[in-house]
Structures are given as structure tokens and as C-alpha cells.
């Protein structure tokens, strides 16, 4: 076990927690890469993969948001890509400018699973994350916790089976719908990959996990419970029990993005979180209605698109997100990612007016 400095700013894990916090935590989804200037000198004309797997380039480019917004932002994601598993599992990814990932060679028959390993060797094949954490961790030295992930089994069915981004959902949902054995098999894998990655990625030094299960959305109520939520929540209750058996400590915040479904912050109150993160189509006081009193911290759910506005609608938005909220139980975050084309400078007057309208 890596010996790291102790942490000078911990709001986010005790806000997790359900400890008393004097200020709100802020993060941002993507809040490394493509909107800030620095990403692309650094990562220049270097493969995006490439980049992931170099724990130099990987720890520089997840420490870049910490630098430029020093003292405003409460958390450091690792640069990485939720991609990663699918490699893991044999398949062949090309990250295209301007379009995004593809898949070589999708998954469109449950034949077509004799060709992608379903036992990948997490701790081996993925050895590049793990040192790219502990080298983060260390260059941090304490500033903020340090956050690991994965994408959900459902989110990465689709990408497996669709080989890219979508709109249709065509082949994701025929392997549901026509091949539900065979899906509940690769999903199955997935979650098993999914625990493990997690774990390896504390035992390397990660203090907080995010799962993105981020096409929850594409799926009703029914089918989300059927493909998605089952496999939620065995990991949640499998983590705790595979960082003991690594004998690391299995107190680490564990956070559910089920994005787009909004049906289902109830149940995933009961799926073992610790926080649920919220898109921005919550009213913040009707999802503090759900949670009641059950030991759930809410993360959100600002509309990433609100950058694009002036600087008082920004702090204005803000403040009623907050207000929503209210300071407690409560991680501060977009709805969903930074966009490329965003202004640096309408971030960094998001993070002042976290502060401003988020401390006690
Ligand atoms: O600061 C950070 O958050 C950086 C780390 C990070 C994370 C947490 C990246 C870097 N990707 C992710 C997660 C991720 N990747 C998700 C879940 C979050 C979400 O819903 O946005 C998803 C769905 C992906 C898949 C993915 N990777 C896409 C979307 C494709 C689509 O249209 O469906 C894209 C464009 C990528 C590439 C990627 N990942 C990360 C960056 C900075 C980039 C852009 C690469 C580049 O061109 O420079």
C-alpha cells in the first residue's frame, strides 16, 4: 500500500458521509480536458488512449482544473475514460476527433462474446490506471481527495454493442430485448470487471468512486430494473467486501450518475450509495423530498448549458441550486459534463458563486 501525504481539504468525503460541512464540496464532470487551453498543449497530438495510459500525462492533465482553479474546487477525477474495461475485455478502440470513440468491432450477435474476454485480468490488463493513480495521489500531495470510476455494465453494453455513441439505440436494445440472456451475461461480466476496477483503484490510492451509468436513461422504468439496477447495486454491496479482502479500508465514498432517469432516485436511495448525482432535470427540493430522511448526499445538478450565459444568470442559478439543496448532504457538480466549446472563465465564476452562496 502506496503511503500518501494526509489530506489538507477532506469536505468532499465528509459531505459523502453525511458529516457536518461548513461549505458545500464543488466538482465538475470533465472538469479535465477539452475547454481548457493547457489540455491541448499537453496532450497535443497524442493519442487520447495513449494519454490515458501514460501516468505523466495522465496525472498532469487531471491536476490541470486543481491549478487553474486553485482553492475552488474540491476534488481531483482521474484522467481516464470509462472505455477502459471494454479494452480490458479484448475490444479494439479509436478515439476520432470530433466524433468520439469507435469500436473496431462491436458486439451484434451473443456469438460474437467468444470473441471478447469475459474474465479479463483487471489487476494486470489495467496496471496503467493503477500507476497513474498513485502518481496523481502523490503530485497532489494532500491538496484534494483524489476520485476513481467506471461506467456501468448497461452504459458499456451499449457502447459494446454499438461501437460508438448513439441515438437510436438500435443494437443495444436488440441485444436486450432479442438477446436477453446473452445481455444479462455480458452484463454480468461487466459488474464483475466493474468491482474489481474499483477496488484495484483504491489499492492504488483513489479515496472516492463515481459510477456512471450514463444512458440510464435510455431505459423505462421497468427495463432499468431489469438491465441496469441489479448490477448497481451488487456493486455497491460487492466493493466493501472485496477492499477487505485487499485489506484496504471499505469506508470509501461511493457515488451513482444515473443519468436521465429520473424515475429511479428512489430506488437508488436503496442501491447502497452513498450519493446519487442528479441531471439537471430535478428540481433540487422535489429529489430532497425522495431521499426524506434516509443517509443520502445528493450531487448536481446544475445545467452544464447555463455557462453559456451571462455572468449574473450563472450566479443566480446557483444560488437557487444551492438554496435547493441546501448546504448539507450536498456535493455541488453540473448535471453532466463540460462541454468543449466552454469558457474557462464562466467556470471559474461558478466555483466563486459556490463559495459565495454555498458556505454556512
Ligand atoms: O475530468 C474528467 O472528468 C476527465 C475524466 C473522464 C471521465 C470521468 C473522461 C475523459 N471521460 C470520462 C467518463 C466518460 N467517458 C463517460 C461518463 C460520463 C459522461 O456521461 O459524460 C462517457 C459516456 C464516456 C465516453 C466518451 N469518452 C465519450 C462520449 C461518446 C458518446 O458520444 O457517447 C467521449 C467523447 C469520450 C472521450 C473523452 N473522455 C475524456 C475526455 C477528455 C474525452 C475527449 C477526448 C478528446 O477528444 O480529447
Not at 222 to 243: C, G, M, V
Request: proline share 6%; net charge negative; glycine share 8%.
Amino acid at each position: 500500500m502506496p503511503k500518501f501525504a494526509p489530506l489538507k481539504n477532506d469536505l468532499i468525503l465528509r459531505a459523502a458521509k453525511g458529516q457536518k460541512v461548513e461549505r458545500a464540496p464543488i466538482w465538475i464532470m470533465r472538469q479535465a480536458g477539452r475547454y481548457l487551453p493547457e489540455y491541448h498543449e499537453v496532450k497535443g497530438d497524442r493519442d487520447f488512449f495513449q494519454s490515458c495510459q501514460d501516468a505523466e500525462i495522465a496525472s498532469t492533465l487531471t491536476i490541470q482544473p486543481i491549478d487553474r482553479f486553485d482553492g475552488l474546487i474540491d476534488a481531483a477525477i482521474i484522467f481516464s475514460d470509462i472505455l477502459v474495461i471494454p479494452q480490458a475485455m479484448g475490444f479494439e478502440i479509436n478515439m476520432v476527433e470530433g466524433k468520439g470513440p469507435v469500436f473496431a468491432d462491436p458486439l451484434r450477435h451473443p456469438d460474437d462474446l467468444a470473441k471478447i474476454d469475459l474474465k479479463p485480468d483487471i489487476s494486470k490488463k489495467l496496471d496503467w490506471a493503477y500507476k497513474s493513480i498513485t502518481l496523481t495521489r502523490e503530485k497532489l500531495n494532500g491538496r484534494v481527495p483524489l476520485l476513481g470510476f467506471v461506467g456501468a455494465p448497461w452504459t458499456l453494453l451499449v457502447y459494446m454493442t454499438e461501437g460508438q455513441g448513439s441515438k437510436m439505440f438500435r443494437f443495444a436494445k436488440q441485444w436486450i430485448f432479442e438477446y436477453p440472456d446473452a445481455a444479462h451475461k455480458l452484463l454480468q461480466a461487466t459488474c464483475d470487471a466493474c468491482v474489481e476496477f474499483l477496488a484495484q483503484q483504491v489499492v492504488a490510492g483513489a479515496q472516492m468512486l463515481q459510477v456512471f451509468e450514463s444512458w440510464a436513461g435510455e431505459l423505462g422504468p421497468d427495463d432499468f430494473n431489469t438491465f441496469s439496477l441489479p448490477y448497481l447495486k451488487q456493486i455497491a454491496a460487492k466493493l466493501p467486501k472485496r477492499l477487505k479482502e485487499l485489506g484496504v479500508t471499505d469506508e470509501i465514498p461511493l457515488t451513482v450518475f444515473g443519468k436521465g432517469a429520473w424515475y429511479s432516485l428512489d430506488d437508488l436511495c436503496e442501491a447502497g450509495y452513498d450519493c446519487v448525482s442528479l441531471d439537471w432535470t430535478f428540481d433540487p427540493k422535489v429529489a430532497r423530498k425522495i431521499v426524506g430522511n434516509r443517509r443520502v448526499t445528493l450531487q448536481g445538478n446544475l445545467d452544464p448549458g447555463v455557462m453559456y450565459g451571462s455572468d449574473q444568470l450563472i450566479e443566480q442559478k446557483v444560488k437557487e441550486m444551492i438554496n435547493g439543496f441546501g448546504i448539507q448532504n450536498y456535493i455541488i457538480n453540473f448535471g453532466h459534463g463540460t462541454h468543449p466549446f466552454m469558457n474557462p472563465d464562466k467556470i471559474k465564476l461558478f466555483l466563486e458563486s459556490c463559495h459565495k452562496y454555498g458556505s454556512e
